[in-house]
């Protein structure tokens, strides 16, 4: 059962915002779904935009700018939340971890294996509810920024069959090895790093390959690029198996929202032309 | 002095929010400034962009997608703040009366009229203080959402050496008729409703006039749009004295910031037609 939050025209398209109770997390969720005019006609290409730390659906929806581009090249977007949220949901005072930190995985460990079943979430439940009731959809793509970058690269690599193209921004590329993703895989995956693999896109890539090109921009002066990011070992890990991926160190940008709408409409282009 | 809050590479420009102590205020206040690559190579003309209730220049600067058009026409836009804010500045606990809800004019009124100056806020010291740290710009326009269409307007008529265009998103144009207006006028200004036709657009379009043409959008199915907008009031007081209004009813729109994004294109491109 899909609950119309809001809906409003724009760009000539309807931006709706829904909620549902998700089986996968156990809690309500809630998602913005954009839908060009062009549906109305014809089957549209679907991309799932997957945020970062801290954010839910409205981040996107409101200041990346996506509706205009997608509206011109008739794609549906969807941006879903980071995390199940509530009262009885587990959370950390940490930005970084439970609440808004999902990481886009299935945690195994206690007390995070109750509800923070994101993976569950974003390559089961809510494509199937999309394709439910958004019905005249065709292909879909991922992408993601930050931590939502992680989740386009592990969650593509790990459904092939689900996504057809990925790309990311200012993405997390090696969380096993960087504090973010190590925190946050030692909390919900526990201490055996073998375990961690399985949701860290060098090895991904090393282990299972991926069947197209990858798109990826980073600001040149984000803060997290040294610590956090690293996505030269995204680079070489790609070099090594020989998958296509476009790399672009963009001078000046930072992590912000004002990157993400100003290399937007490129990804969504990127994205269309594979899709469409 | 202009503090300099940060500053974010956008569009191939640079996203800027700043912040100083204001004269006509008595505050410190906040705008942000968004400057085109353009304006290394040219002088670049300058839109002025005014928010509406509970708004600062954070709505328009992260919602309305202006960065994207204004990078590709050249254009430097200048979002201030609705009004004087802070400890010590008076506040109602009303959305639309105090703190988030300026009116853009010079209150008469105690205990406004201390703070609540944004008239000479906008028209005088913004302006002055734009020119002197941003040095390469040519002319200006002006246009705002709902109040800040009330602001756009009735600031331009008031100082047409000052803007050269003005257009308007969803606003206010007969305050002293209608219950947003009437309510912010008998606190700022007083009962003597003669003060207040100074500061009503379709008033102002009669006695001034206005020395070019005026372009408005309003969403067709903006909840506030019979009782608070009124736009054909605007268009038989332009009508009356010959003024071309180009007055767009946009089907499905509402008064959201989704809205704003969907025009903004057309309003800036219609700005540089007449200021380039």
């Known amino acids: 059962m899909l609950e119309t939050v809001a809906k409003h025209a724009c760009f000539g398209g309807v931006q709706g915002i829904y909620a549902h109770d998700s089986a996968s997390t156990g809690t309500r969720m809630e998602f913005s779904v954009f839908v060009p005019r062009h549906n109305?006609?014809?089957?549209c290409a679907v991309v799932y935009y997957l945020s970062g730390l801290t954010c839910t659906w409205e981040n996107a929806t409101v200041k990346a700018g996506f509706q205009r581009v997608a509206a011109a090249l008739g794609l549906i977007?969807?941006?879903?939340?980071?995390s199940p949220r509530g009262e009885g949901v587990p959370d950390d005072d940490a930005y970084d971890l439970g609440q808004g930190a999902g990481f886009y995985l299935d945690a195994t460990q206690a007390p995070w294996n109750q509800h923070f079943r994101m993976e569950s979430y974003i390559a089961q439940e809510l494509?199937?509810?999309?394709?439910e009731n958004f019905p005249n959809t065709s292909k879909r793509g991922i992408m993601?920024?930050?931590m939502g970058g992680h989740g386009a690269l592990t969650l593509a690599m790990r459904h092939p069959d689900l996504f057809q193209t990925v790309s990311a921004l200012s993405p997390i590329v090696a969380p096993a090895a960087v504090p973010w993703g190590r925190k946050a895989f030692a909390a919900y995956l526990?201490?055996?790093e073998s375990t961690w693999r399985g949701h860290d896109a060098c090895a991904l890539?090393?282990?299972l390959g991926w069947h197209g090109d990858i798109f990826i921009d980073v600001g040149a002066d984000d803060g997290f690029l040294d610590e956090q990011l690293q996505p030269q070992r995204f680079k070489q890990a790609c070099a090594a198996?020989?998958?296509?991926l476009t790399l672009r160190l963009q001078p000046g940008y930072d992590h912000s929202y004002y990157f993400v709408a100003s290399m937007m409409d490129d990804h969504l282009a990127w994205h269309a032309d594979r899709l469409i």
Chains 1, 2 share one sequence.
């Open 40 to 43: 109305q006609q014809r089957a």
């Open 77 to 82: 977007v969807v941006a879903p939340d980071t």
């Open 127 to 131: 494509p199937a509810l999309i394709d």
């Open 144 to 146: 993601g920024h930050s």
């Open 190 to 192: 526990g201490p055996d």
């Open 205 to 207: 890539i090393a282990d």
């Open 241 to 244: 198996v020989g998958v296509d």
